[in-house]
Structure formats: C-alpha cells, structure tokens
C-alpha cells in the first residue's frame, strides 16, 4: 500500500512539470489567431485520447418539441435531438417574445449540475430544491432577451452514472464523451435556426455544469465564451493528495 501510494503522489508532484512539457510550452498567447491554431491540435488530442469520441453511426437530428411554457415575456419549449442509436440530447429552449423577424440573438446555454434536470435552471417554485441552488437563472436571461437552451447531462441516478462511466473507460472512452456529443449535436440544431447568432453561442453551467463548462467548449470550438460557476475547487488534488486539508478520511 506505502509504494502505491508513493508512486501516485510523485506522479501528482511531477505533473505541473508534466503538463508545462506537454501542453503549456506549445501554446501562443500573442494572439488569438495563433492561440487557436496552436491548441487545435490538443483539443483534437483530448477529446480523441482523454474524452472519447464514440464512432457510432450519427442519426439526423429529427427535431421534436413541444409547447411546455407560456410566460409574459418567453416561451418554452421541451427539444428532443437524435444524436446515435440509443443517445439523444433533450432539453429546454426558451425564446424571448421579442424576437423579431429575422433577427438573430445570443444564446446562452443554461447547464445544470449533478442529480439535475433542465427544470432545475428554470423552475421559480421558491420551495423546491432547483430554485434553492439556480434561482431560476435561465429564466432571467431569457427575459433579459437572450434565447436560452438548458440541456440535459447524464450524470444523475445515484450510481448509475458512474458505472456507465466505468463500463466506458476500458473502451478509451468516459461519460463526457457522450455528453460533448450530445453537445455537437446541440450546436448543430442552434446554428440552423433562424433565430440564433451562431457566431454568439455560450455556455454557463453550475457545479457538475460547471465541470461541463471546462471540458465541453475546451473541445468544440463552436462555443465562444464559457462560464464555470460553483466548482471551485481543487478536483485532481482532492483525488490524488493523501494529505489534501479539504477531506477528512475516517
């Protein structure tokens, strides 16, 4: 047990210098021209080797909605996406009611956290346990004028999730390679609408959204501005460290 836990704190230690060898040395800062060419090939890179990326044959997309919301100043609808035999990508669109003809918006897409549900972002029942964590931030944004999509993450069902994750590792893949397809596919569908500024497509996401606010636009580049909210914390060393103060083992 002492060499196990030996040899993974010194690979814990050594990987800043790791990471500056691999990754940090290549990249150029001096523009954003250069920044986004140099990193494309380690979006590439971790998306095909760290991620996943899941080879099934790709269904269109096959639209569904319905009508789920009717309010002063948006209205709601619930989207069903195909992505491949056996995964979909669902969630909530919300439009603001001045939209225009022909007139393109921002979209900010509104993603939830672990055990969570499109509904959580939008509900404004004061008494549940969505509106206590989001207060019903997708819902002030739509009524800002932004248009608004809260997609769902599988990552809910107690320990289901994790041994989808786990059945996925031995093949090179992991859950957030389902979910940035889900994602892909999400874009896809925005960028065809005649509503939306493809050019002006964000994510914002809260705790495990958060988590899918570092991984996801890090690898679909269709993502112009990503925001990490509630996931503050030092998630590898709080793994790895064996004597990490945010954890108390008994």
Known sequence: MAELVNHTQRIYRESERARHEFFWKHVKTDSLANFTASTRPFREYFREQTVGVFTNT????????????????????????????????????????????????????????????????????????GYHYYRAFAVRLAERGFVVFAPHNPYRGGDSFRVLQRKANPLGKSLFGIITAQHDRILDWLSEQPFVSAERIGLYGLSYGGKTAMRVPALLERYTLSICSADFNEWVRKNIAVDYPGVTCS
């Not at 002063?72 to 669902?90: N, R, S």
């Open 58 to 129: 790709t269904l269109p997309a096959n639209p569904r909605s319905r009508k789920i919301f009717d309010e002063p100043k948006w209205t709601g609808y619930e989207m069903v996406l195909d992505v491949f035999p056996d995964v979909f990508a669902w969630g909530y669109l919300l439009l603001p009611k001045d939209l225009q003809p022909g007139e393109r918006r921002p979209v900010v897409v509104c993603q939830h956290g672990l055990e969570g549900v499109p509904n959580d972002v939008v509900t404004a029942d004061t008494a549940s346990q």
